[in-house]
């Protein structure tokens, strides 16, 4: 099947069922009221883009049919099949026109040149051709013979070719003369497809590593790396006007990148200063944002639009998250102040007032009733979140307090400090139930307290500190369960919602996800900037980060597991263990160390 999306919020508009196998390609009429798609099941279809409808069954051709496109006024359909042609059919009723034959064992692709009058077709065996559309007559063939050719296309003028090649190069020729112009190798683990951009100045290179290449012709050298897919990417694509850059990928995504600055298109934007936090609503549809610039937006998850702002805090704030049952958003900032504010009409309800020094964090207790508050002023205290009063003084460490936390059945807190010490104390009473220090006890931590969490069952706590680790501890003996170890300090560490992952996060922008039970890294995730807060979604399939440039990006775990299996398993089953290769990160996500042979794999799974 294919499917139609939303550009601007990446919702499903629609589904196009019928093909009997796989759905090499889908491409939009020039007018775009049509769609055309190529099948493993021997056919292409034309379809209705707007009534989601089949209008036409292209038949003909003996094998898979790998692609299909239009030429440029949408008279003529093209189809390029594993049977060794090419053929042309009218768009409007389905009727063969022409078949173009060489000597190829398969025809990997096939194009219209821009005015329609010539046909480029590309073979696995090697062979990139040209034809007269008119007279079905080969016009020349490219001299690369014996490198497979996986896809050609024209630049928007027609006066060049771009090619993807099976030697991980992507080539350009002249079409006048016939001569190379351009070389750009590709990456180590292979190419999918390459375009021109509208203006014919760029290619894009969609890499089987999951990244993107945007290359500028005019200096002959790859310019940016687009990064953010955890799959191979199979399809790449302009925007009509150059601006976009859209990516299809086998982690089961397509993105969206502005092709000026090379982001991904769908993020949370608006922030006028860096984002220090960054939670999800409990049902997952909303993301609520903590910002230096003072204020607290709320958003759209699948859009990235922006809902509300909430303002009132004269300082920055440090953190935000909704209470249990979503009603409310808490916050904290640097004023010295927390608030509780309404999550549907953005008014504010309470202010929270009473500590002497900047608040680190706020969090409702379990049952909502309740917030607890770290600050500066060497304290945690306790509040009634619906009056904004004080109920209990938690003191006795005797530097910041960075973190607090309710434990999930609320009878406890556990408080992190810059004095190399962590304590628990009984929400109830506030009298202190334990005290954990730096190198007794068993638990090693020699510098501050960064992040602390509680485990599901509230048997076990998770902290971090800036000596570089993550632990998990027995909430009562205070005993070093699991260690993380990072290369550079951990700034924070939270559960996953079933407990059986954590996600840890590092100054330079590095996300880690680790397996809790083997204490094995299954992810690492690079940033290009700051990471200052990360949160899963309450399906534990995604990951809200909160980031240094003022934007606030969503990961799908989920998908991106899923992708690295399946792509394992087509590997294995199509016998390619000892072609293939997987980046580190796909390894691990399909649960596998990250330098196994992956013919050790296939061969296990037999």
């Known amino acids: 099947m294919a499917r139609i999306w939303d550009v601007g919020s990446g919702q499903q508009l629609g589904v196009l069922s019928g093909h009997d196998d796989t759905v090499a390609s889908a491409m939009f009429s020039p007018d775009g009221s049509r769609i055309v798609t190529a099948s493993s099941d021997k056919t292409a279809r034309i379809w209705d883009a707007a009534a989601l409808r089949t209008l036409l069954v292209l038949k003909g051709h003996t094998a898979p049919v790998g692609g299909a496109a239009y030429n440029s006024d949408g008279s003529r359909i093209v189809t390029a099949s594993d049977d060794g042609t090419a053929r042309i059919w009218d768009a409007v009723t389905g009727a063969p026109i022409a078949t173009f034959r060489g000597e190829d064992v398969d025809v990997a692709s096939a194009a219209f040149s821009p005015d329609g009058s010539r046909l480029l077709t590309a073979s696995s065996g090697g062979a990139i051709r040209t034809w007269n559309v008119a007279t079905g007559e080969q016009i020349s ?48 683990a292979g190419i999918a497809t390459a375009a021109f951009s509208p203006d014919g100045s760029s290619i894009i290179v969609a890499g089987a590593d999951g990244m993107a290449r945007l290359w500028d012709l005019t200096l002959t050298k790859k310019s940016t790396v687009l990064r953010g897919h955890e799959g191979p990417i199979a399809a790449v694509a302009f925007s009509p006007d150059g601006s976009q850059i859209a990516t299809a990928s086998a982690d089961t995504t397509a993105r969206l990148w502005d092709a000026r600055d090379q982001d991904i298109g769908v993020v949370f934007r608006g922030h006028e200063a860096a984002m220090r936090g960054a939670a999800f609503s409990p049902d997952g549809t909303r993301l609520v944002t903590a910002s230096l610039d003072k204020t607290v937006r709320i958003w759209d998850v699948v859009t990235g639009r922006e809902l509300g702002v909430l303002r009132g805090h004269e300082g920055g704030v440090s953190s935000a998250e909704y209470s249990p049952d979503g009603a409310r958003i808490v916050s904290a900032s640097f004023d010295g102040t927390a608030r509780v504010w309404d999550a549907m009409t953005l008014r504010e309800l309470t202010t929270i007032r009473g500590h002497g020094g900047f608040l680190y964090s706020a969090k409702f207790s379990p049952d909502g009733k309740r917030v607890v508050t770290a600050s500066a002023d060497k304290t945690a205290r306790i509040w009634d979140a619906g009056t904004g009063r004080e109920l209990l003084l938690l003191q006795g460490q005797t530097t910041i307090v960075y973190v607090a936390a309710f434990s999930p059945d609320g009878s406890r807190i556990a408080t992190g400090s810059s004095d190399l010490t962590l304590r628990q104390w009984n929400s109830s009473t506030g009298a202190l139930i334990s005290e954990l220090h730096g190198n007794k006890q068993g638990a090693n931590f020699t510098q501050r307290f960064t992040s602390v969490a509680y485990s599901r069952d509230g048997k076990n706590v998770l902290t971090t500190s800036s000596d570089r680790v993550a632990r998990i501890l027995d909430a009562n003996t205070g005993a070093e369960i699991a260690v993380f170890n990072h290369d550079a300090e951990v700034t924070s560490a939270i559960y996953s919602p079933d407990g059986t992952r954590i996600a840890t996060i590092m100054p330079d922008g590095t996300l880690r996800i680790w397996d809790v039970a083997t204490q094995r890294e299954i992810v690492a995730v690079s940033n290009t900037t700051q990471l200052l807060s990360v949160a899963f979604s309450p399906d534990g399939r995604s990951v809200a980060m909160a980031r240094g440039d003022m934007t606030a990006h969503v990961a799908d775990l989920h998908f991106a597991t899923m992708a690295a299996r399946g792509l394992i398993e087509e590997i294995c089953t199509r016998r390619l263990g000892p072609l293939a290769t997987l980046t580190r990160d796909e390894m691990r996500l399909a649960g596998y160390p990250a330098t196994t042979p992956l013919l050790d794999v296939c061969t296990a799974g037999k």
């Open 141 to 188: 063939a490219l001299p690369e013979a014996g490198i497979p050719a996986f896809s050609a296309s024209y630049d928007p003028k027609g006066e060049r070719i771009v090619a993807v090649l099976g030697d991980n190069t992507v080539r350009v020729w002249n079409v006048a003369n016939a001569t190379q112009t351009a070389s750009l190798q590709g990456s180590d």
